[in-house]
C-alpha cells in the first residue's frame, strides 16, 4: 500500500472515529492512532488519524499536542490534513478550535483555510453562518446546558472570531449552490481582504461534496466528519486512490460484552432510559463517589451477578442533575470523577474477560480507551451516522483483540445500545 494521502487531527476520541466512519464509506482504508504514536512507528492506511483528547484542555496544550500529532503525520507523507472538531462546534470563547487552526496553518506556511463542522445526516446544517441542530438553532438545541462547553451564540463567525487574531469571514449558501468553481473564487476574493478563516455554509450533503472539490487544493481544512465527504473523489480523479470495497471489514471478535455511558446530552439521556425501561443497569452517582464509596467495587459485582448477560453502567443525568452535582463538587472534580470510575470498570471487567464495549460520551470514551490502553483502531461499517463498529489493532500479535463502538454523547437513535451490540456482535 502506497503512503497515506490525509492526515487528520481530531480534538476528540468519538470524534475521531465519526471522520473515519466518513472516509471508510468513502472506500479509504482508514486507522486511528489513540493519541499521537511513537516516533519512527509507520502505519499503512489511506487516511491516518490521530485522536487526541483535547477539545478541553488548556489552548495552549491543545496547540502544542496538535502540533505533536502534525509533525507524525507530515512523517507519514500525508498531502492534506484535516482539523476535525465536533457538529456542534463545542468550544469556549477562549478557543481551542481557533488557536489550533491559527497553529496548524503556520506550520504548514498556508494562509487560508475553511471551518464547516457542518453534518447534515444528523442534522447539522450551517445557513448564513448560523449553525442548526435539526430546526433549532445552536443555542436552542441543548447544547447551551453542555456541562464543559456551553453554545450560546448559534452564528460561527462571531463564536470563531472571538477565538482568533485571524480575520473571520463566510462563505455563504448562495455561493455554495453555484458550485466549486465559486466556492474557488469566493476564497480567493476572501484571501484578497485578509480573512485566513472562513465559516462554510452547508445544509445538504450536496453542499459538503461542492466544498469537497474546491478545497482540493488546500492544505489543511478544518470542520466536522462531513466535510471529508468530497475528499475521496478528489484523490481518485488524481489517480492515488481506488475505492476499497472491503475497507470497513472486520473479523468477528468472541467475548461479552458491556455498555458504558457518562454523557449528559439529550441523544444519550434518551438512549439510557430506553435500555433501563427493559435491561439492567448500574448508576455511578458522582456525589457517592466523591464520599469515597465504593461505588467501582459495587459497579464491578453488579455486572458479575448479571453473569453473561449484558448491563447498562451509566453516570449519564439530566442537565439540572449536572448542574447540582457540579454546584457543589466543581465542574472539573464532577467531570474527572465519573471518567476515572468509568475508567477503572472498564479496565476490571476487560481483565475478566470482557472484549465488546459500547461507550457513550466523548470524555468518556477518551477515559476508556486509555484505561484499557487501545494504542489504534480499525474502522468498520457505521453502526448509526457518525458511529462505526471499531477494533482495537495490538502492539503485538499476542495482544487480543477489543471491539468498541465509541459514540458522540449527542448521536445515535434511542436504540443505539441494543443495534450496536449487535453490530459488534455481527461485525465480519
Known amino acids: ?43 499503512e492506511a489511506d487516511a491516518l488519524i490521530v485522536a487526541l483528547k483535547s477539545r478541553t484542555i488548556p489552548a495552549e496544550d491543545a496547540v502544542r499536542q496538535s502540533l505533536e500529532a502534525l509533525e507524525w503525520l507530515r512523517a507519514q507523507g500525508c498531502r492534506q490534513f484535516i482539523f476535525k472538531y465536533c457538529s456542534t462546534f463545542d468550544s469556549t470563547d477562549k478557543g481551542n478550535i481557533g488557536p489550533v487552526a491559527d497553529a496548524l496553518l503556520e506550520a504548514l506556511n498556508d494562509d487560508f483555510t475553511i471551518a464547516c463542522p457542518a453534518f447534515p445526516e ?10 442548526f441542530v435539526g430546526d433549532v438553532l445552536l443555542n436552542e438545541s441543548g447544547m447551551e446546558n453542555h456541562p464543559l462547553t456551553p453554545m450560546t451564540d448559534p452564528n460561527l463567525v462571531r463564536v470563531l472570531q472571538r477565538q482568533t487574531k485571524s480575520k473571520v469571514g463566510l462563505i455563504r449558501y448562495d455561493t455554495v449552490m453555484k458550485g466549486a468553481d465559486a466556492v474557488r473564487a469566493r476564497i480567493a476574493e476572501l484571501k484578497k481582504d485578509g480573512v485566513r478563516l472562513a465559516i462554510a455554509d452547508a445544509i445538504s450533503d450536496a453542499d459538503l461534496f461542492v466544498l469537497g472539490d474546491a478545497l482540493g487544493d488546500l492544505k489543511l481544512i478544518t470542520g466536522g466528519s462531513g466535510i471529508a465527504l468530497g475528499l475521496p473523489e478528489n484523490y481518485r480523479a488524481a489517480n492515488l486512490l481506488a475505492h476499497a470495497e472491503d475497507a470497513g471489514e472486520l ?20 438512549q439510557v432510559a ?11 452517582d458522582p456525589l457517592a463517589l466523591s464520599r469515597g464509596e465504593a461505588v467501582v467495587d459495587q459497579a464491578l459485582e453488579f455486572a458479575r451477578s448479571h453473569g453473561d448477560e449484558t448491563v447498562l453502567i451509566y453516570a449519564t443525568s439530566s442537565p439540572d442533575d449536572v448542574k447540582a452535582v457540579q454546584k457543589e463538587l466543581g465542574v472539573e472534580k464532577a467531570g474527572q470523577l465519573v471518567e476515572d470510575a468509568l475508567a477503572a470498570i472498564a479496565r476490571q471487567l476487560r481483565d475478566a474477560g470482557v472484549r465488546k464495549f ?42 487480543a483483540p477489543l471491539a468498541l463502538a465509541l459514540k458522540s454523547g449527542n448521536f445515535g437513535t434511542p436504540d443505539f445500545f441494543a443495534k450496536a451490540l449487535k453490530a459488534l456482535d455481527g461485525v465480519a
Not at 430506553?274 to 455511578?284: G, N, Y
Not at 480507551?369 to 468498520?380: E, M, T, W
Open 122 to 131: 444528523n442534522g447539522r446544517t450551517i445557513f448564513r453562518g448560523n449553525l
Open 1 to 43: 500500500m502506497a503512503q497515506a494521502l490525509l492526515g487528520c487531527i481530531a480534538d476528540d476520541f468519538t470524534g475521531a472515529t465519526d471522520l473515519a466512519n466518513m472516509l471508510v464509506r468513502g472506500g479509504m482504508r482508514t486507522v486511528q492512532s489513540i493519541g499521537v504514536p511513537a516516533a519512527g512507528t509507520k502505519i
Open 251 to 270: 473479523p468477528k471478535i468472541e467475548g461479552r460484552s458491556v455498555v458504558l455511558a457518562g454523557s449528559a446530552s439529550k441523544a444519550t439521556n434518551a
Open 274 to 284: 430506553e435500555w433501563r425501561a427493559s435491561k439492567p443497569s448500574f448508576r455511578v
Open 358 to 399: 459500547v461507550v457513550a460520551g466523548g470524555e468518556t470514551s477518551g477515559a476508556v480507551v486509555q484505561a484499557l490502553d487501545v494504542r489504534s483502531l480499525r474502522i468498520g461499517p457505521q453502526i448509526d451516522p457518525g458511529v462505526p463498529a471499531t477494533q482495537s489493532i495490538g502492539a503485538n500479535a499476542d495482544d
